[in-house]
């Protein structure tokens, strides 16, 4: 089999990360909609959770990346459409994009209304941008529609990635697969 | 390929399209789209217009208002209630804004009964300390919802507001005080209260409610409503930048120590005379600006912004208002192209 010389599935440290930041990023997105859409006193633990979490998470993309780079990722199968091929390479990139870039937007977003960024645990982070409305409107308004872009990207993933494990059955699931895998993978 | 050209994909691929739809229609029902009853920050934003609609690039409640600069003088008796540095002896910068409570920032100023401060003490440490505190002795409702309820009433006249009253008793002491408290010609000699609770925390890790009042220095010269009109309709930004400019104006920042047993989620319900009370400091407020260029435009007076050694008590208001004053702090970010940096010309503002 040929298949033992590249890898058929992602090392355990990238599989962990996905898997903790997938579940990191949902919580992100419905406390971001539930949060502004509720004057009740869970108000502000929800705002402060939002605030610890995404600044976490952006500590977490960038141990991702880095492994990413080492690590490499296995090759998608080789009887995979050109256009769905480019489509997992592209979106894939979109999503590290949103969550380095989403993280940031909110901390701007902080620093240009002059709000002081304090996460739990008492741990303040100085502001990245100067007090300005029309910055501080600009990145709300990318803010709010990224976060919206973000979770449509991830139902189309989430689509795609069932697709490849009851559909296709490719094993590129299996890649990603957060339970322990054997180095190889049985006959596909 | 162990891949069988014989199963139908139909199943698997209602499983995906549930499974999309489902996370779709959760993700709408957090974000509250679904439900058009649960009041939203938005809605309740949105009930302060007044009939013309909002003041574009204003704050959507106390639009009328004026900057200051100045300082806290700490006195140290503070420490004993919380460890925030704001309580150690010294002296924290301050910036405040003076305002009414109207939607409207053409208001005249004898229309408006509740006046308002907004305050920001700064300490070396980091820390920030924002509030928002109004003249009234208590708050006019006791729940966030109960204040929508009278912003949806008090437009329709005299009938619904006597159907609010039967639904909320507790405005009464409200209106009362309306009703009957002097009015002054001057932001100098007006109190603010906090009226909602918060919790102090001192170093050793004890927790106490509290709400804190600044008493005015100046004594009050109580004037009438009709009096005060004739003063024109923007006298009292005009008096107190004069007032200022002549001499710094003081304030005595109260603390008072709420004992067990004592209300402290409905600032409608004043506590028993006698509660311990500490003088922790002196405001002290030097220099007034106009708002349209003022220090003070920008910054959300959000009471939820506390240092270390003040949070959140059971008092509902304090989230409920940080959640509205984001909302408002949006929009009018937002707009700020209505509302021009330097004065129009012919602005009664000094
Ligand atoms: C993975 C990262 C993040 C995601 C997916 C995310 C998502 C969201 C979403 C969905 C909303 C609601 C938008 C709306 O409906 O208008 C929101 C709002 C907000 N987010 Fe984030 N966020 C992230 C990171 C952060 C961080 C790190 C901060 C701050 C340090 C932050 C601060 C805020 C604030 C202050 C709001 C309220 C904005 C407003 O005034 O309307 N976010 N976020
Ligand atoms: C919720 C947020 C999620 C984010 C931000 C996310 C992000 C990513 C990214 C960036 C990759 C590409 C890895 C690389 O090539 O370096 C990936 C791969 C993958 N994800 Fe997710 N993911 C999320 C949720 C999910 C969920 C819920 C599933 C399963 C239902 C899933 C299944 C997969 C699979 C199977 C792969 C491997 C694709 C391949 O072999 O190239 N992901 N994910
Ligand atoms: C749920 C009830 C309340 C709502 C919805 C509400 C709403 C608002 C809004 C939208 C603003 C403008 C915020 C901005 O754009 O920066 C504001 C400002 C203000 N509010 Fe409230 N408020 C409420 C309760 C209170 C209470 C209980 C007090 C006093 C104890 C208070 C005192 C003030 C003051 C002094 C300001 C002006 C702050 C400044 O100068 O920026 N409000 N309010």
Redesign the interface.
Do not use: C, E, K, Q
């Given at each position: 089999m040929s298949r033992t010389m590249t890898p058929v599935h992602f090392s355990g440290a990238q599989r962990l990360l996905h898997w903790t930041m997938a579940a990191g990023i949902v919580a992100m997105l419905f406390i971001g909609v539930g949060m502004i859409s509720t004057v009740a006193p869970s108000y502000v633990p929800l705002v402060a959770t939002h605030k610890t979490l995404g600044v976490a998470l952006f500590a977490l993309v960038l141990v991702r990346l880095a492994l990413r780079v080492t690590l490499g990722a296995p090759p998608l199968p080789a009887d995979l459409p050109p256009v769905m091929r480019l489509g997992a390479v592209l979106s894939h990139w979109a999503l590290y994009g949103l969550m380095i870039v989403m993280p940031l937007l909110g901390w701007a977003m902080l620093s240009a209304a002059a709000y002081p960024v304090v996460l739990f645990g008492d741990i303040r982070l100085p502001p990245i941008l100067p007090q300005s409305d029309s910055l501080h409107t600009l990145l709300w308004a990318a803010h709010r529609w990224l976060a919206f872009a973000f979770f449509a990207l991830i139902l189309l993933h989430v689509a795609a990635a069932l697709f490849h494990a009851l559909v296709r059955r490719d094993g590129v699931f299996e890649a990603m697969s957060p339970l322990p895998q054997r180095k190889t993978m049985p006959e596909r | 390929?162990?891949?069988s050209s014989s199963r139908s994909?139909f199943v698997?691929?209602a499983?995906?399209a549930m499974?999309?739809a489902g996370?779709?229609a959760?993700?709408a029902y957090?974000?509250?789209w679904l439900s058009p009853e649960?009041?939203?920050?938005?809605r309740?934003v949105a009930a302060l217009a007044p009939p013309g609609g909002p003041a574009l690039g204003h704050r959507r409640n106390h639009a009328k208002g004026i900057c200051f600069t100045g300082e806290f003088q700490s006195n140290g008796n503070g420490m004993a209630l919380s460890k925030a540095k704001v309580f150690t002896p010294g002296a924290w910068p301050v910036l405040g804004r003076f305002n009414l409570a109207t939607p409207s920032p053409k208001a005249a100023d004898a229309t408006v009964r509740v006046r308002g401060m907004g305050l920001q003490i700064t300490t070396p440490d980091?820390?920030?300390w924002r509030s928002a505190m109004i003249d009234p002795p208590i708050f006019a409702v006791s729940t966030?919802q109960a204040f929508y309820d009278l912003l949806g009433s008090a437009p329709k006249g005299p009938e619904a507001m006597k159907a609010f009253i039967g639904r909320h008793p507790e405005f009464m002491a409200f209106a009362g005080w309306a009703g009957s408290a002097p009015w002054t010609s001057s932001y100098a000699e007006d109190p603010f209260n906090s009226l909602n609770s918060f919790l102090f925390t001192d170093a050793a890790g004890t927790t106490r409610a509290v709400r804190w009042s600044l008493r005015p220095a100046a004594t009050q010269m109580p004037i009438t409503p009709e009096e005060l009109a004739r003063k024109g309709p923007n006298y009292l930004e005009q008096e107190i930048a004069q007032r200022v400019a002549g001499a710094p104006q003081r304030w005595t920042m109260v603390v008072t120590v709420a004992e067990p047993g004592d209300n402290t989620a409905d600032p409608t319900k004043a506590w028993p005379q006698g509660r311990r009370t500490v003088e922790v400091g002196t405001l002290v407020v030097n220099k007034v600006i106009a708002e349209p260029d003022g220090p003070c435009r920008?910054?959300?007076f959000?009471p939820?912004?506390l240092p270390?050694g003040i949070s959140?008590s059971?008092d509902?208001f304090?989230?409920?208002r940080?959640?509205?004053y984001?909302?408002s702090?949006?929009l009018r970010?937002?707009e700020?192209k209505d509302y021009p940096r330097t004065p129009v010309s012919g602005s009664a503002k000094p």
């Open positions: - | 390929m162990s891949r994909p698997p691929l499983v995906i499974v999309v996370s779709a959760a993700f957090t974000a509250g649960r009041l939203t920050p938005s309740l980091g820390d920030v966030p920008d910054i959300n959000d939820t912004i270390r959140v059971d509902p304090p989230a409920a940080s959640s509205a984001a909302r702090y949006d970010t937002s700020a």
